[in-house]
């Protein structure tokens, strides 16, 4: 552990969902939710107002819907959009210092001790935070970001979450278990649902409660290396370095169980939680991966892996889970399983069609309302006429907007941009030739 409180972790503030209401000034203040917006698609981000209803990321679009009020904007995403938000605020990081560690797209590590002069006092770092954060919504066009400073990678990220959104915390050198302790065990990376379950079978609620537990017993609840990185974690020791320019090859979890598990019922169920935690965070890094592997450790000790490469990159935890469990109908449950694991890989950046993909449904309108247009099979229609809610389009003589809704052969546009009062409703012919496809709005004034 650091002598100073030197790392810093920046998460942006539900930050697909920002970059659409700074986007699309009709939207401000109002529920967004983005992702998958077909029958069978995954929320990826829940602005604050949706998440207000109970809406958040890796529930299923359907869900989402039924809890979120009429008027909830339900989109697809605009990956370029994102991603040049995203080079700000990292260029933005990387003049604190050369150490910065992306984690996804709206998150990074910094080290402000490698960062030449900065003053690393608790009123130094609180200062350069402060600063950070109003450049960054400066420098966005209103996106905001939650900042935790630390001794160590675990303390910051602790911090960044303590109060969210726009929120800004140093945990000072000899505060961190007075933080830590108080808070739900489930704050720890390393505590998944199936975790936290077993945890609380033995009466460990909070980070103390698990910090109070012998590193025995917790190397016989969640096996050697789990145990020992919980018991570790659990008093603070986190000794992780910031790592720049970190390639991820491929995203996973696994378990350790309490005891050796035959039943088929009960390991799908793993599977599935398991699986919609690395969709989840494929998602957050906008990846998608065309190969899902199982991990599997039996009863004595034998691990083997089975894989399936899927013929298109996925992120969808629903396909994930799905490949997961034949594989594990393959392997076999002969004798128990102490360990079980999911991953994919064969990661690839998002294009679009991937991040948010979904079944070949129909998309209902973004925003219900009585002008927009129905839900109802499209007629056949080139690559570049099959609208999507959310996309950003252009029109000969109405100018830039973006899409509301379609169906029924027809797509309804709201003509606004980040720099204009919320704008006028059309609705067009879907093959309008007047219509295109376009680039993402600038949200910087011209100058």
Same mark, same amino acid.
Do not use: N
């Given at each position: ?14 930050? &697909? ?43 299923? %679009? ?49 080290? =402000? ?39 160590? $990678? ?31 065990? %489930? ?17 460990? $609620? ?50 350790? &169980?309490?005891?050796?598990? %035959? ?23 906008? &990846? ?30 629903? =396909? ?99 720099? %204009? ?27």
């Amino acid at each position: 552990m650091r002598g100073a409180a030197s790392i810093l972790h920046l998460d942006l503030d539900a930050f &697909f969902a920002a970059v659409e209401q700074r986007d699309k000034p009709s939207l401000r203040g109002r529920p967004v939710v983005v992702g998958g917006v077909g029958g069978r698609g995954v929320v990826a981000t829940a602005s604050y107002e949706a998440r207000a209803y109970g809406a958040r990321s890796a529930m299923s %679009t359907a869900e989402a819907r039924r809890r979120c009020p009429a008027g909830t904007a339900f989109l697809g995403g605009r990956f370029a959009a994102y991603r040049r938000t995203s080079d700000v605020v990292m260029g933005l990081l990387r003049e604190l210092s050369p150490l910065v560690e992306p984690v996804s797209i709206d998150e990074a590590y910094v080290d =402000l001790a490698a960062g030449g002069e900065h003053d690393l006092s608790v009123d130094g770092v609180t200062a350069l935070a402060q600063e950070l954060k109003e450049r960054i919504e400066a420098a966005t066009g209103g996106v905001t970001g939650s900042v935790g400073i630390g001794t160590s $990678k675990l303390m910051a990220k602790i911090g960044s979450d303590l109060q969210k959104p726009d929120g800004l915390v140093v945990v000072a050198p000899g505060q961190e278990l007075e933080v830590l302790h108080p808070l739900p065990v %489930t704050r720890l990376g390393g505590v998944g649902p199936a975790t936290a379950e077993r945890l609380h079978q033995v009466g460990v $609620k909070t980070v103390g409660d698990l910090a109070a537990r012998s590193l025995p017993d917790l190397v016989a609840l969640a096996g050697r290396a789990h145990g020992a990185g919980l018991h570790a974690l659990a008093r603070a020791d986190d000794e992780r370095a910031v790592v720049p320019d970190r390639e991820v090859k491929s995203v996973s979890h696994e378990e350790t &169980f309490e005891r050796d598990l %035959t039943d088929v019922g009960v390991l799908a169920r793993e599977i599935d939680s398991m699986a919609a935690r690395v969709g989840e965070r494929l998602r957050k890094s906008a &990846f998608s991966g065309r190969t899902v592997t199982l991990k599997l450790r039996r009863y004595d000790f034998t691990t083997l892996t089975r894989s399936q490469t899927l013929p298109q990159p996925t992120d969808d935890p629903r =396909l994930i889970a799905s490949t997961a469990r034949r594989l594990l109908t393959e392997a076999g449950t002969a004798g128990g399983l102490r360990l079980l694991g999911v991953g994919v890989s064969g990661l690839s950046v998002y294009a679009q069609g991937d991040l948010f993909a979904d079944s070949d449904e129909p998309q209902e309108a973004a925003v219900a309302a009585p002008d927009a247009a129905a839900t109802e099979a499209e007629p056949d229609l080139p690559a570049d006429k099959r609208w999507w809610p959310g996309q950003d389009v252009r029109h000969d003589e109405l100018g830039a907007g973006w899409v509301w809704g379609r169906g029924l052969g027809r797509v309804t546009v709201r003509f606004e941009g980040p720099l %204009t009062p919320p704008g006028p409703v059309r609705t067009l012919t879907a093959d309008d030739p007047a219509l295109q496809p376009a680039e993402p709005p600038d949200w910087r004034p011209p100058g």
